[in-house]
């Protein structure tokens, strides 16, 4: 079973004007079932675009875009994805606690189940005291800590996160990639992470794609092959052997 399907995408903005841009050119990219891919790259390589393509949230100039075996039109209607996204997005006259609910209540799911699951994620991100705050009241990292409750709160068979840890410090960033783990290892979640850490990609995934400056191209895949994702791992000879490798592909000097 295939998560995601990318073929022969072109992004082009501003098609035809003096600001055309074009952001992705001929892009492949297929996520398989309960795998974990991360996009790196350059800023402005089209990163955020790649997944603003695979959410519905844009629609391709040239090419194709299926999740789950469906048009990414019909996913997004069907909410087949949770979405955590660069900036945090939350609804600020919505409470901490009302913003996780928000996929649950569209799900039609009850009171006490919605308020169940929102306390479970809160708890995750570590929130759980601040479930009646507002977001105007959080800082930026606990904002975006909040959109990552609220995009886990379904338990969605497709995560697509962008930078969703940018804005945390390294002890908090580095248990959230443990939870995160654990969470798509428990619910076979299929993930597309954008990073620009490359021993986060590494640590996360089972693959790293590595894309070049505009227009945005795939220019490398790394395999990630780690005997476990513990604390021990990330000191280990393998783990920086890996990030090596990437780095090397970024640099476009394998
Ligand atoms: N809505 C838009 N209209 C016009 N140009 C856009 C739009 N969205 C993105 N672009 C352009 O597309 C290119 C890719 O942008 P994108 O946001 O995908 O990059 P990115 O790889 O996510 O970068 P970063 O790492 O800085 O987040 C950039 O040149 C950007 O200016
Ligand atoms: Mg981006």
Not at 81 to 110: C, D, H, K, M
Not at 229 to 241: C, G, K, T, Y
Request: glycine letters at 8%.
């Amino acid at each position: 079973m295939t998560a995601v399907s990318v073929s022969g995408v072109t992004q082009v903005f501003n098609r035809g004007r003096p600001d055309e841009v074009t952001a992705l050119s001929d892009v492949d990219l297929t996520v398989a079932a309960g795998e974990f891919v991360s996009l790196i790259g350059p800023s402005g390589c089209g990163k955020s675009t790649l997944l603003r393509l695979i959410a519905d949230l844009l629609a391709p100039t040239t090419g194709t875009v299926e999740v789950s075996g469906k048009p990414a039109r019909q996913a997004r209607l069907e909410q087949a994805y949770g979405i955590a996204f660069q900036q945090a997005g939350l609804f600020e006259w919505r409470t901490v606690q009302r913003n996780v609910e928000l996929p649950l209540e569209l799900r039609g799911q009850s009171k006490a189940e919605r308020r169940e699951r929102a306390a479970e994620m809160l708890e995750l991100v570590g929130l759980a005291d601040f479930a009646g705050h507002y977001p105007a009241q959080l800082s930026g990292g606990m904002q975006q800590r909040v959109a990552i409750a609220r995009a886990l709160a379904v338990h969605p068979p497709l995560l697509l996160m962008d930078e969703p840890f940018g804005a945390l410090d390294e002890m908090t960033r580095e248990r959230l990639q443990t939870e995160l783990l654990a969470i798509c290892a428990q619910t076979g979640t299929s993930t597309v992470f954008v990073t620009h850490s490359i021993p986060e990609a590494v640590f996360l995934s089972d693959r790293v794609v590595v894309m070049s400056p505009r227009p945005g191209r795939i220019t490398g895949t790394v395999g990630i092959d780690l005997p476990a994702r513990d604390e021990a791992v990330r000191q280990s000879p393998d783990f920086f052997s890996h990030v090596t490798l990437v780095r090397k592909t970024l640099r476009g000097t394998p």
